[in-house]
C-alpha cells in the first residue's frame, strides 16, 4: 500500500514491494499472481478496513450509514497512508487501461447506490428528494469526501474532514426536512 500510495501504480514495482515486505519478488508472486491482483487486493483491504469492526463486517444502513462516512472521516484523518494510496490510485485510475478502473467504477456506483437507500430510508419518503435531485446530492457527498482527503493530504491541520462531512450531510438533511415541511403547509 505505502509503494502504491508514493509512486502510484504505474510507477510501483514489484521489487520494491518485495523488499518493503522483506520477501523476494518471485515471493510476491507467489502470492499474487500479478501486480494487478495485488493492487486490487490492496484495494480491497482498504474497504474492509472501513468495516472491520462493524456489525456483521458490513456498512450500515439508513441514517446510521450516514454517521458512518463521518466516523469514517475520522478514522482517516489517522491513517495518512491509506488515504494517500486510495486518493492517488483514484485519480489514476481514470487513465485509459488502468487495472483499477473497472474495481473503482463499481465501487462508486455501489456508494452511491448505498448512500442514495441511506436517505431515503432515513429520511421516509414523505422527506426524501426527487431522484434527480437525490442522485446528484449522493455525487457531491461521495465527490466531498474525495476532495477532502486531497485536501487533508496537503494541508492536514486546516481540514477538519469529519465536521466537514458532518456539516454537508447536516445541511442537506435539513434542507429536505424543511422543504417537505414546506409542502405539506
Not at 28 to 52: P, T, W
Not at 143 to 161: F, K, R
Amino acid at each position: 500500500m505505502a509503494v502504491f500510495a508514493v509512486r502510484g501504480y504505474r510507477n510501483a514495482s514489484l521489487a520494491e514491494i518485495a523488499d518493503r515486505v522483506g520477501m523476494t519478488h518471485a515471493g510476491v508472486l507467489h502470492h499474487f499472481a500479478s501486480k494487478e491482483q495485488l493492487l486490487v487486493e490492496v484495494l480491497e483491504y482498504r474497504d474492509s478496513s472501513d468495516v472491520r469492526d462493524l456489525e456483521g463486517h458490513q456498512a450500515p444502513t439508513g441514517l446510521e450509514l450516514l454517521a458512518h462516512l463521518i466516523r469514517t472521516a475520522a478514522t482517516n484523518a489517522q491513517r495518512p497512508g491509506i488515504v494517500q494510496s486510495y486518493s492517488v490510485l483514484s485519480a489514476e485510475a481514470v487513465t485509459e487501461d488502468h487495472p483499477a478502473q473497472e474495481w473503482f467504477r463499481s465501487r462508486y456506483a455501489g456508494l452511491r447506490q448505498m448512500v442514495s437507500e441511506a436517505i431515503v430510508e432515513g429520511l421516509g419518503p414523505d422527506c426524501a428528494p426527487t431522484e434527480p435531485e437525490l442522485s446528484a446530492a449522493t455525487a457531491a457527498i461521495i465527490a466531498m469526501m474525495d476532495g477532502l482527503q486531497v485536501q487533508w493530504l496537503l494541508e492536514p491541520t486546516a481540514i477538519d474532514m469529519p465536521g466537514s462531512v458532518r456539516l454537508v450531510i447536516d445541511v442537506l438533511l435539513e434542507h429536505w426536512r424543511r422543504a417537505a415541511g414546506a409542502a405539506e403547509a
